[in-house]
Structure formats: structure tokens, C-alpha cells
T-cell receptor, first 111, second 113 residues
Framework: GIQVEQSPPDLILQEGANSTLRCNFS?????LQWFHQNPWGQLINLFYIPSGTKQNGRLSATTVATERYSLLYISSSQTTDSGVYFC?????????????FGTGTRLTIIP | DAGVIQSPRHEVTEMGQEVTLRCKPI?????LFWYRQTMMRGLELLIY????????DSGMPEDRFSAKMPNASFSTLKIQPSEPRDSAVYFC???????????FGEGSRLTVL
């Protein structure tokens, strides 16, 4: 099956810093999503981004499908950004498509 | 708009007891997924349905686990009998079509003593 690697596994930053999280995948995909799992365990949709660039406030994401990677940018970090960020990908599979999740990047923002 | 709704949010039970977790997907969504999350194994897909029909149950760990989707607005995940190693957070999620943007519920935290 498709492999998803996220880096770095852990990241500790001061409030106000910027960060870039990376997701590499091993095959062509037709779906890619970024999720944030907050310290209370909720899994929140950030971006649905199989290709191109999207922005939502301080967060933006870029997927370069031809080179099999996606980047999540967080600017001016806040303590509420802490948690685990997951990348998940899906490729066409004759009606049996399902997302494969990476192991996540744990982000800790220090006040 | 209401998101994916799961119940109960927390369940503590004793080994051997039956556990039933419930999920209401987002209205209009055609696919429903059950995931399990543990520290050791991360997020695992257990089973998913499309138009109420189970498509892939290869992630269901063993016969003690069963899932049903009797209609488009309700699904259950049942564990009988439960064991301590079933302790985990169980998430339900749904997508608008056969594939697409996935939305999670808040999860059901199960503890089996």
C-alpha cells in the first residue's frame, strides 16, 4: 500500500514562530488532507488539498502532486496550535478508496 | 450544521461486557468510517460503509467486533465480549461521496477494566 511519512516527528517552538510540516507519499494520490488533533483529542479538518495551494488564516498548505509531497505552514504560532498534525492520502482503488494516515507531527508551542 | 455525532463520549466497562458505540454521520454524507486510535498503533481504519453497505471490513480485529449501518443516519460498532486490549478512542467519520473530504466525530473513549 501507499506509504506516508511526516517530518519532523516532534517540533517545539516559541509562541510567534513560524513552522513548516512536511508530508511525503510514495505513490500518486487523488486525495490529500491535513488534520489537527488538539490536546483534547478532537480531529479537526484543516485542508482538503490533493494539489495546489490553499490558505486559511495563519495556516496554508501546498501539495505538489507530481513530486509526491505536501507542506503545511503555520505562521505566528499560538499555544492553541499545539497538538498533532496528521497528513492522510488516498489513491484510486476501484471503489475501495480509503485514507492512509501518516504517524503525525507533534507540535508544542511554548508561551 | 451538525457534525458527526458519536455516543457515548466515555465508556468504562468490565472485561467480558458488551459495548455498543453509536454514530450519526453528517446529513447527506454517503460514506461512514470507523477508526480506532491507540498510542501503540495510531489511527487504524476498522470498517467503512458506502450507501449503508459495508465495503471493507479488513481492519476489524476479530470476530468480537461487528458493525452495522441500518440506515443512512445511524451506525453502531459493537464489541462482544470486550477485553482490556480494546481500550482505545473510537472515531466515526463521514464523507460526502464514496471518497472526498473526511469529517470526524469527537470520538468515544473506551476503557475496559
Amino acid at each position: 500500500g501507499i506509504q506516508v511519512e511526516q517530518s519532523p516527528p516532534d517540533l517545539i517552538l516559541q509562541e510567534g514562530a513560524n513552522s513548516t510540516l512536511r508530508c511525503n507519499f510514495s505513490d500518486s494520490v487523488n486525495n490529500l488532507q491535513w488534520f489537527h488533533q488538539n490536546p483534547w483529542g478532537q480531529l479537526i479538518n484543516l485542508f482538503y488539498i490533493p494539489s495546489g495551494t490553499k490558505q486559511n488564516g495563519r495556516l496554508s498548505a501546498t501539495t505538489v502532486a507530481t513530486e509526491r509531497y505536501s507542506l503545511l505552514y503555520i505562521s505566528s504560532s499560538q499555544t492553541t496550535d499545539s497538538g498533532v498534525y496528521f497528513c492522510a492520502v488516498e489513491r484510486y482503488n476501484f471503489g475501495n478508496e480509503k485514507l492512509t494516515f501518516g504517524t503525525g507531527t507533534r507540535l508544542t508551542i511554548i508561551p | 450544521d451538525a457534525g458527526v455525532i458519536q455516543s457515548p463520549r466515555h465508556e468504562v466497562t468490565e472485561m467480558g461486557q458488551e459495548v455498543t458505540l453509536r454514530c450519526k454521520p453528517i446529513s447527506g454524507h454517503n460514506s461512514l468510517f470507523w477508526y480506532r486510535q491507540t498510542m501503540m498503533r495510531g489511527l487504524e481504519l476498522l470498517i467503512y460503509f458506502n450507501n449503508n453497505v459495508p465495503i471493507d471490513d479488513s481492519g476489524m480485529p476479530e470476530d468480537r467486533f461487528s458493525a452495522k449501518m441500518p440506515n443512512a443516519s445511524f451506525s453502531t460498532l459493537k464489541i462482544q465480549p470486550s477485553e482490556p486490549r480494546d481500550s482505545a478512542v473510537y472515531f466515526c467519520a463521514s464523507t460526502p461521496g464514496r471518497t472526498g473530504e473526511l469529517f470526524f466525530g469527537e470520538g468515544s473513549r473506551l476503557t475496559v477494566l
